[in-house]
């Protein structure tokens, strides 16, 4: 090789395999990290723009309003990607095309790209945005430290309680700045007064969970635990310390905390256990359900009570589609001026969604308080068939010899 | 009491006199009715809303499952079937329709009305209208559809008002038939007694008049009755329906209702909703679930004779023979009473009412188909003329009573005006009233009692005819004071006429006749007046009393012809309200009567400013003032509130009536004096318990009315046990020996004015106060009666004189 090409070889492997690595780069944020699920594609469209981290959802129909301009654009801030985003996006949408609010929905997925976050945040106080969706727990701290003095409002979805996460003082009274929260839990006082409707004389409570699902620890073992003990209830941890030995820990400690529960309440009407929302628990019901022997298994997460042989007598919990609807009646109330985002109670998902497994009840001989199958909006009939979705019955055969 | 007058040689004329008595029995008759049907068209349409609240309670539970999942309203599928059912169990209603947040009709059920037109051809033909035909109006019910989140729209159900006014109708129609009947038998009956029993004929008419309004209430309460029985029926079935829709739910999932518990909570929950449903059971085959009366679960289920029942079968999706599910829920019969109560109540005031003015008209009736005997029917016929006249001129007053305080109070209340206000514009009453009196002699013995009456009619219309015209506070101040005025003159003149009438041996009957006849005004004027504000504005019941006036003018006018009696002198008579010298002895004024002789009278003096001065202020400041005001801030309506004042006028006429009778029996006037204003602190104290807010949170509302009650008619006869006493007392008095009784008791009379316009001047500044007024009233009253026990002892003679 002659000796003169060969700095030029160099140069030019260099500059390619600079350009390959971005452009990988590139492509690896650009990934699918959101979805648009099938319910919302009749009046919906995601689009991509060309720019990295950042797609567009627009309007299929035309819009409604009388004058020619443009439709307003709201910015939704995705700290990553999660099926749970995806789910509330959906009603987002379909809550916004209900009231025949064609408004443009531009997503920034963020992670490990604060510089993102912040140019968009910048292009919102331009006047860009009408208003930003935060979503998730993450985002609503990012905009709670970076943007609360900003003038755009700010509506938090599928983020976990505000007052337990330190982002505002109350429930009530609003956060007086332009951040209106919602909350995907409910308050453990209102969970708790839901349990003595099922359990009038309860007198014990065993919480199951994993140690280090910190977030289900802060938001809703901690809390309950506190309000529990304050109304004299004994509250028994079942806590699973190493998730890749969650069986056999649950399978020793479920069946401990029956014993204790046992020795305390022999006619097993005053205890219950608590399963929270913790992945290393959900996967093993089964064990949880067996061992309980007797006593109800109650749940936070409503996709735990399922009809079949490991699914929990009843739960007690906010889905995201209500607390994704719940926000976009927040952003519409402030969209049209009948709210102010620093004005808005913490939104509260009240009744929470309430699925109730009627075959476990019957097993256990447990008669189900009516006003929780007032208020439920699942629910399972003797033989684990889904009889009620969403507050809507469905058809209904008879039943089984 | 009025007067008998002698018909030994009169030739009683049968028919035109029942010609008349038909007329006024049928008018009578036909008020009743009035009343009854307008009671009918107050209640009757709040029974049907509330059961179409409660059919709506189903139709929008309905919808809930669509708004809990997020459904759009305008998406939800099956509203025509879901409706149908009861739109057509339901003939009175028209359209159920659900609006979205924006107020759009999304969903709708309508039913199209066959409304009958007149061809130009003149035959008829049907024709079909879709809702918003004009000749309809409705009743609408709406209910808000509400998700977890925020109202998603409303549910609103229509209802024809013609179906409810045909209803109404058609009871009346069979009331009126019946009643009728009623008066034509009862005619006939009063007819042949009057053949047969010619000088009993007053008493037989009273008889008639009575029986015959009586007959005709009593079917008017018994078709009521029908009436609310089947609203209240209708109404127990659509709450049944409505929970029943709840129970049915677990049932259509295929879940049996004995795997949930607090079923109980549930119908406990439901009656504190709808507080009229005295029970709630749920009952398989013949056995009791579950009951909101605990004791009944697990007995065998038994059928309540005191309450309507309706009941709903729920309905097993599977029958699989197991026993059917019954839910029953119960009413009362009473609260059937409990609507009518109103009704009875207003007629039994209507009643009195009645009552009150037969006596008057009839008495004009008798004197004036009588054969003419000379001289005597004359003047007895002019006498009954003038007690109409009179009657009527104080019954234009007592109509506006029960609303005028409170709507003054509305008037000036817009002009940023407190009671305060209100209290001067009633003393400006109060003022004319007294400050007439002076020229009214005057103007009485120049032009006469004829004029001096129409002349003070015509006032008082004018004063009624600005009301509903004028709303600034200067203008409606004049006016009262006119209306004071004219009230001050009407009254000379009465008294004149009548003393010009009289024999001296009738004068102090025959104007006794003026408090009867202001007693009989007042009461009637408050009954009329009150039930009349129920239908009709304010300003229309001042116009009502001054067309009143105006036909009184007309009559005074036409047919009033007062001439002296030939056994009298035609010496005028000064402006002195009060009895004359011959009442007490035939006793000439001696000497022009001077203020410092009057003034040196302590018997004259603490009787004026420790009995007539207080009584009469706490006559206009509070009963006419005060305790309008605080009953309608107590929400007692205007019927309510003319009622009790029409028990504090009764209370009045009948101590009235009696308390020559007291006097005797207590030995004297002060004595009489002394328990009549007891009796009246301690009617103020029961008043003061009936309004202060202690009392009436908590208490049932029959103790309330009980004490009101009590308290307004022991008000009225402890001042009826004043009124005559306090002058006969100063008319005993030293300076009335001297000086003369007509000057003293027109001074004593002049005096008690003081406290007429100071009452609400008074009142007005303690208004606030509520119950507190009346019991510092009460107290201040017990006060000055002690004062005046203590001074009165040390006086010497007069002041024991008797009746």
Same mark, same amino acid.
């Given at each position: 090789m002659n000796s003169s090409r060969l700095p030029k070889l160099i140069v030019g492997l260099f500059l390619l395999s600079t350009a390959a690595f971005v452009g990988t780069t590139y492509q690896a944020q650009d990934g699918p990290w959101v979805r648009q699920l099938e319910e919302s594609r009749k009046d919906w469209l995601l689009v991509r723009r060309g720019v990295p981290g950042v797609r567009e959802v627009l309007p299929l129909a035309e819009s409604t309003r009388s004058d020619a301009s443009e439709p307003e654009r709201i910015l939704i801030l995705f700290p990553k990607a999660s099926p749970a985003y995806d789910t509330a996006l959906a009603r987002i949408l379909r809550s916004f095309g209900a009231r025949k609010r064609w408004s443009t929905f531009v997503l920034v997925y963020y992670r490990n790209a604060d510089g993102r976050m912040h140019r968009y945040l910048r292009k919102a106080e331009r006047g860009e945005f009408a208003l930003i969706f935060a979503m998730g727990s993450t985002a609503a701290r990012d905009l709670h430290d970076?943007?609360?003095?900003?003038?755009v409002p700010v509506v938090t979805v599928c983020a976990k309680d505000p007052v337990l996460l330190g982002?505002?003082?109350?429930?009530?009274?609003?956060?007086?700045?332009h951040i209106a929260y919602t909350s995907l839990n409910v308050p453990v006082a209102g969970q708790l007064s839901y349990l003595r409707r099922l359990r009038p004389d309860l007198r014990q409570i065993a919480i199951v969970y994993s140690k280090r699902n910190s977030s289900a620890v802060r938001s809703q073992v901690e809390p309950l635990r506190k309000v529990a003990e304050a109304a004299g209830i004994a509250v028994l941890d079942v806590a699973v310390q190493d998730p890749s030995a969650a069986r056999s820990e649950l399978e020793l400690k479920v069946a401990t905390a029956t014993g204790v529960m046992g020795s305390k309440?022999?006619?097993?009407?005053q205890s219950v256990f608590w399963i929270t929302g913790s992945t290393a628990v959900f996967a093993h019901m089964d064990v949880v359900l067996q061992k309980a022997e007797g006593f109800p298994v109650l749940a936070v997460t409503p996709s735990l009570v399922n009809g079949g042989p490991s699914s929990a007598l009843l739960s007690i919990g906010v889905s995201f589609e209500s607390n994704a609807e719940l926000a976009s009646v927040y952003a519409l109330k402030i969209l049209t001026g009948r709210a102010r985002a620093g004005d808005l109670d913490v939104g509260l998902v009240m009744p929470p969604d309430i699925a109730i497994d009627m075959s476990k009840a019957k097993a256990l001989g447990l008669a189900v308080p009516f006003s929780l199958f007032e208020a439920a909006s699942v629910i399972y009939d003797y033989d684990g068939r889904l009889v009620r979705q969403n507050g809507r019955a469905l058809p209904v055969k008879p039943p089984s010899e | 009491m009025a007067s008998r007058q002698p018909v030994? !040689? !009169?030739?009683?004329?049968?028919r035109p006199m029942m010609a008349l008595f038909g007329l006024f029995l049928t008018m009578s008759a036909a008020l009743v009715l009035g009343v009854g049907m307008a009671e009918a068209y107050r209640t009757y349409p709040l029974i049907q809303l509330d059961r179409l609240n409660a059919q709506g309670a189903v139709v929008a539970r309905s919808l809930q499952p669509y708004i809990h999942a997020g459904v759009p309203l305008d998406q939800v599928s099956g509203f025509e079937p879901l409706t149908r059912p009861l739109m057509s169990s339901s003939r009175d209603l028209k359209s159920v329709e659900v609006f979205d947040a924006s107020e759009k009709a999304v969903l709708a059920t309508r039913k199209r009305n066959p409304i009958e037109a007149r061809r130009e051809d003149g035959a008829w033909v049907h024709r079909s209208d879709e809702l918003g035909d004009t000749f309809d109006a409705v009743y609408e019910v709406s209910l808000p559809l509400s998700s977890r989140f925020e109202t998603v729209g409303q549910l609103k159900l229509v209802m024809s008002q013609a179906f409810v006014r045909q209803k109404i109708a058609g009871t009346f129609l069979r009331v009126a038939e019946a009643s009728g009947g009623l008066l034509v038998f009862c005619l006939g009956a009063v007819a042949l007694a009057l053949r047969l029993r010619p000088k009993k004929s007053r008493w037989i008419l009273s008889l008639g008049f009575s029986l015959g309004v009586m007959a005709v209430s009593g079917v008017l309460i018994t078709e009521m009755v029908q009436l609310y029985s089947q609203g209240i029926v209708a109404k127990t079935a659509a709450l049944a329906a409505s929970l029943g829709q709840r129970l049915q739910a677990p049932m259509d999932l295929g879940l049996e209702l004995t795997d949930f518990d607090g079923l109980d909570t549930t119908f406990r929950g439901y009656r504190e909703l709808n507080p009229e449903i005295s029970g709630i059971s749920l009952v398989r085959g013949e056995t009791v679930l579950i009951h909101t009366n605990a004791a009944k679960v697990g007995t065998v289920a038994e059928h309540d004779d005191a309450a309507f029942e309706q009941s709903w079968d729920l309905e097993?999706?599977?029958?699989?023979?197991?026993e059917a599910l019954t839910l029953t829920i119960a009413v009362p019969k009473r609260m059937v009473y409990a609507s009518l109560w109103g009704a009875c109540k207003n007629l039994l005031a209507l009643f009195i009412a009645l009552i009150l003015v037969s006596r008057l008209l009839l008495g004009l009736l008798m004197v004036s188909t009588a054969g003419a005997q000379e001289g005597q029917p004359t003047t007895a016929a002019e006498i009954q003329k003038i007690q109409v006249v009179h009657t009527v001129t104080v019954l234009m007053e007592g109509l506006c009573l029960p609303v005028m305080a409170t709507w003054l109070a509305e008037v000036l209340g817009r002009q940023g005006m407190g009671p305060g206000a209100v209290s001067w514009i009633f003393t400006a009453f109060f003022a004319g009233y007294a400050f007439i009196l002076i020229p009214a002699g005057h103007i009485a013995r120049r032009w006469g009692a004829k004029t001096t009456l129409l002349i003070g009619v015509g006032c008082a219309v004018v004063g009624w005819v600005g009301l509903s015209l004028a709303s600034d506070y200067y203008s409606l101040m004049l006016l009262r004071a006119l209306a004071g005025a004219g009230q001050g003159l009407s009254l000379i003149g009465v008294q004149t006429a009548l003393l010009n009438l009289s024999d001296p041996e009738q004068k102090t009957k025959n104007l006794s006749l003026m408090v009867l006849g202001y007693q009989t005004g007042m009461i009637s004027g408050t009954v009329f007046g009150s039930l009349l504000a129920l239908y009709v504005s304010v300003e229309m019941v001042f116009d009502v009393a001054a067309l009143l006036g105006l036909l009184n003018l007309w009559l005074g006018k036409r047919s009033l012809r007062v001439t002296s009696s030939s056994s009298q002198s035609a010496d005028p008579v000064s402006a002195d309200p009060a009895p004359t010298d011959s009442v007490v002895g035939g006793q000439p004024a001696r000497r022009k009567a001077s203020w410092q002789d009057m003034l040196k009278d302590r018997g004259l003096i603490s009787t004026a400013l420790l009995i007539g001065i207080p009584t009469k202020a706490v006559i206009s400041g509070l009963v006419f003032f005060g305790l309008p005001l605080t009953l309608s801030r107590l929400e007692f309506s205007a019927d309510e509130i003319g009622q009790i004042l029409m028990l504090y006028s009764v209370g009045v006429l009948l101590s009235n009536l009696s308390a020559g009778r007291v006097v005797t029996i207590l030995g004297g006037t002060r004595r009489a004096l002394l328990v009549g204003m007891g009796l009246a602190a301690c009617s103020l104290l029961v008043l003061a318990a009936g309004s202060s807010g202690s009392t009436v949170a908590g208490s049932p509302p029959m103790l309330r009315a009980l004490l009101w009650v009590c308290g307004a008619w022991g008000l009225g006869v402890g001042h009826g046990w004043i009124h005559a006493p306090a002058l006969s007392h100063v008319a005993g008095s030293p300076s009335a020996h001297r000086l003369g009784v007509a000057e003293v008791s027109s001074v004593f009379r002049f005096l008690e004015r003081v406290g007429s316009m100071a009452g609400p001047i008074l009142a007005g500044l303690w208004v606030g106060l509520g119950g507190m007024l009346f019991g510092v009233s009460a107290l201040l009253v017990l006060m000055l009666a002690a004062i005046f026990a203590v001074l009165s002892r040390a006086q010497v003679g007069a002041v024991e004189a008797g009746p």
């Open positions: 970076h943007y609360r003095t900003g003038r982002l505002v003082d109350d429930y009530e009274g609003g956060s007086k700045t309440d022999p006619e097993g009407d | 030994t !040689e !009169e030739r009683v004329r049968v097993n999706p599977w029958q699989d023979g197991s």
